[in-house]
């Protein structure tokens, strides 16, 4: 990838990629690219972060109408 990216938002985003990506390799020792996990397994990881995700969105949300009412 050699383009030149400007955009100050597109450059924190792609960093904070980088940094997950790196803690990722630290943690469990092996990349994106591995072979051991087949499509369905994939599939399960990526529904269980989906998961996760809307139950952080809803933990917002409550926080924010606690803020609204006062």
């Avoid at 940094?19 to 469990?28: A, M």
Wanted: glycine residues 4%.
């Amino acid at each position: 990838m050699n383009q030149k990216v400007e955009d100050p938002i597109v450059l924190k985003v792609m960093s904070k990629f980088y940094d997950r990506s790196q803690r990722g390799i630290e943690k469990y020792g092996t990349m994106l690219t591995r072979t051991d996990l087949d499509a369905l397994e994939w599939l399960n990881h990526a529904q269980e972060e989906a998961m996760d995700f809307c139950l952080y969105l809803e933990r917002l949300k409550q926080e924010v109408k606690q803020f609204k009412q006062g």
